[in-house]
């Protein structure tokens, strides 16, 4: 369901004149804020992930 609400999202935004107007979307939840380009997805998809331990290699840091 919440892929219809992205792509309708996406249908619905006019297509960028220039390049550089494209901005980069969470492939989660279509976030266009706080996007982390090694991933592809926001800072609170990533986060989610990151404490269920489905990102390999990354953990919660404390010092």
């Known amino acids: 369901m919440e892929q219809k609400f992205r792509s309708a999202r996406e249908k619905k935004a006019p297509a960028p004149k220039f390049s550089t107007r494209r901005h980069n979307r969470c492939k ?4 266009p804020r706080a996007y ?12 989610g992930l990151a404490l269920r331990g489905e990102i390999p290699g990354v953990s919660k840091s404390s010092w």
């Open 36 to 47: 982390l380009r090694k991933f592809g997805i926001c800072r609170l998809c990533f986060r």
């Open 28 to 31: 989660l939840c279509g976030r």
